[in-house]
T-cell receptor, first 114, second 112 residues
């Protein structure tokens, strides 16, 4: 069965520093991979997605992610973090079925220090 | 602006009550989903629907039911609310064959 692991529950970075959030997946075929962000008290917003092709994908708000099949990873990166990036980040994998279910990781809570 | 609207942001109910959580989308999406979000557990799928009157159980359906009488509306029903159903509930929708979920803002339910 498909699964997603986000090994970091909580990360703190300084404003202006670079960021990398880790995501590992388990899936037999080429996965559909996603990163979502949830600001406090809000629903989830799609940051970026990978279906096929170029393994480095660009998203909104200056985020990017790299698909590495050999490592079963889809890590999210940002070169310079802003205070407004403080939020919870979820990695997800599509189940590949006809009903397009997403399987989510447990999330990484990002805090940004001034 | 397209959206998914959840009728209540905060809800407090008593143990044993029947609770209805409503979700409406204005994008003519075929697929609709109910997730439960708990700290350290991420989002877990309760039920989903891929068409009017069609539904399937997700990973944690126990204690819940759903109703989809119209394409735009997907209701989550707690038949007899219990304290362990205190949680954030998120509704989402997407087109058939697509993974581009649009989420509502969530309903934070407290059962006392």
């Amino acid at each position: 069965a498909q699964s997603v692991t986000q090994p970091d529950i909580h990360i703190t970075v300084s404003e202006g520093a670079s960021l990398e959030l880790r995501c590992n997946y388990s899936y037999g075929a080429t996965p559909y991979l996603f990163w979502y962000v949830q600001s406090p008290g809000q629903g989830l917003q799609l940051l970026l997605k990978y279906f096929s092709g170029d393994t480095l994908v660009q998203g909104i708000k200056g985020f990017e992610a790299e698909f590495k099949r050999s490592q079963s990873s889809f890590n999210l990166r940002k070169p310079s973090v802003h205070w407004s990036d403080a939020a919870e980040y979820f990695c997800a994998v599509g189940d590949g079925g006809a009903t397009n279910k997403l399987i989510f990781g447990t999330g990484t809570l990002l805090a940004v220090q001034p | 602006d397209v959206k998914v609207t959840q009728s209540s942001r905060y809800l407090v109910k008593r143990t044993g009550e029947k609770v209805f959580l409503e979700c409406v989308q204005d994008m003519d999406h075929e697929n609709m989903f109910w997730y439960r979000q708990d700290p350290g557990l991420g989002l877990r799928l309760i039920y989903f629907s891929y068409d009017v009157k069609m539904k399937e159980k997700g990973d944690i359906p126990e204690g819940y039911s759903v109703s989809r009488e119209k394409k735009e509306r997907f209701s989550l029903i707690l038949e007899s609310a219990s304290t362990n159903q205190t949680s954030m509930y998120l509704c989402a929708s997407t087109r058939a064959g697509a993974y581009g979920y649009t989420f509502g803002s969530g309903t934070r339910l407290t059962v006392v």
